[in-house]
């Protein structure tokens, strides 16, 4: 973004393709990160339609569900003007990053090696002034004040930041999008297997992430080595 580009004057309101077209604009060098969960999907789709034409990164820790994997392959073959980028590709338990049970003792070590490290080590070598996140406010409690753009050493422009869960399962439906499997089943958020349930009727769309650890966040959008 240069220093006279105006910050455009959003409301709640705004269309999110509103929000990727300004940022394609300011920011031709934004990338985006992905889990592809149901926001991931819908921001993915929005995305393609203002335009994006960069790269989709996706961090494999070894622990993700096979659904969550044939989720991204599926998402690959219908948005081939996409480049999807997995970093440490094929990783398993077993591959010396960290202890295989490091998730159960330790699970912030945990997702600083498998998840933060490798992401954060990309992205320098890339050096995008952007991202693109697909993160909600009613995700959870503690992303109630998501605004659409985050200032920081990298723009962090969240154009779903307005959209309620029910208004991106109407949008997945409609566009017929490969949502991930469990997201049916009550995996509102999809992350490792050793570290997700199913939501229980009334809890937050994140609450099956980490339940029982203290631990709401795997630290690539909070915490001191955030993105
Ligand atoms: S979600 Fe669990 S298994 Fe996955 S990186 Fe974090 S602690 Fe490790």
Not at 80 to 109: N, R
Request: charged letters at 25%.
């Amino acid at each position: 973004m240069t220093a006279t580009s105006p910050r455009p004057d959003f409301t709640p309101d705004s269309d999110p393709l509103d929000v990727i077209r300004w940022t394609l604009e300011t920011h031709p060098d934004v990338l985006m990160p992905s889990a592809f969960n149901l926001n991931g999907v819908v921001l993915l789709d929005l995305a393609v339609k203002a335009g994006y034409r960069g790269e989709v990164v996706f961090v494999d820790t070894g622990y993700h569900f096979p659904e969550t994997l044939a989720t991204r392959d599926r998402l690959a073959a219908r948005y081939p003007e996409l480049t999807f980028v997995t970093l440490h590709d094929g990783a398993s338990p077993e591959d010396g990053q960290t202890d295989p049970a490091l998730y159960a003792s330790d699970p912030d070590a945990c997702c600083a090696v498998r998840k933060v490290t490798p992401l954060q080590a990309y992205l320098r070598s890339k050096a995008p002034s952007a991202l693109l996140n697909a993160r909600s406010r009613d995700q959870a409690s503690t992303r109630a004040d998501i605004p659409f753009i985050e200032d920081g050493a990298r723009v962090k422009v969240n154009p779903l930041a307005h959209w309620t869960r029910e208004m991106l399962e109407t949008y997945a439906r409609e566009q017929d999008l490969p949502v991930n499997p469990l997201y049916w089943d009550g995996f509102l958020s999809v992350g490792c297997w050793t570290c997700t349930r199913a939501v229980r009727p009334g809890e937050d769309a994140r609450a099956g992430r980490w339940a029982g650890k203290g631990k709401t966040e795997c630290g690539l959008w909070a915490g001191e080595n955030r993105l």
